[in-house]
Every structure is written in C-alpha cells, then in structure tokens.
C-alpha cells in the first residue's frame, strides 16, 4: 500500500518560516516527479511546487523566491522549505506523488498519489 505522510504545519506568524517533509512508503518514487499542492477554506486545490527525479524544480508564481522544494531520494522523502510566510498561505499542504511519470504539468490530475495533508496556518 502506498503512503505519502506529510508533517511539519503548524501556526506561524507572518514572515516566519516552516519546512515540511513527506515521506513515501510502499513504492519508490526516485525517477517521478514530486509536488506540493495547498487547499484554502473555499478555494481549489492549487499547485505549489514540484520537483523531478533529477532535481529540476518548478514553483507557482505566488512562491516563488519564497519556497524551495527539494527531495532525498534515498529517503523517498521530499521537502517544501517556506519563507517569508504570508497569511495567504493559510491552507492544508497536499504532498503527491506520479506513479512512474516525469510530467511537468501543474495540474492535480497527472498526481496518482496524494498525502492527507498538513494545515499551515499564518497569523498576520
């Protein structure tokens, strides 16, 4: 059974910083590509970064220069370092995971595993 578990939220004031991890289980996901999505009350799910196997990143307009994504593939894990928070970042993290797949798109639909997520919540 494949896992994703996401950890790391928790409450911050604006401009401070939070770093998640997810880990995988159950499968290897060392040649796909990784993302974070996030979900605020009443809005859609909405991509944040992802990263491919050999390391190339791409980020959502909203953070970039501001969010790092990384991942240890030896560890099956990846990260999402996040700076200079602002309060609409508030929203639950989704890590997710491609079965097997490098694309690049930001949509959800291309993601064939999903964490069950992690609140981040920015006080102003």
Known sequence: QVQLVESGGG??????SLRLS?????????????GWFRQA??????????ISWNYNS????SVKGRFT???????????LQMNS??????????????????SWSTSIYVYDYWGQG??????S
Do not use: H
């Open 58 to 61: 791409n980020y959502a307009d």
């Open 22 to 34: 997810c880990a995988a289980s159950g499968r290897t996901f060392s040649r796909s590509t990784m």
């Open 69 to 79: 994504i990384s991942r240890d593939n030896a560890k099956n894990t990846v990260f």
């Open 41 to 50: 009350p009443g809005k859609e799910r909405e991509f944040v970064a992802a």
């Open 118 to 123: 992690t609140q981040v919540t920015v006080s």
């Open 85 to 102: 928070l602002r309060p609409d970042d508030t929203a639950v993290y989704y890590c997710a995971g491609q079965a097997g797949r490098s």
């Open 11 to 16: 409450l911050v004031q604006a401009g401070g």
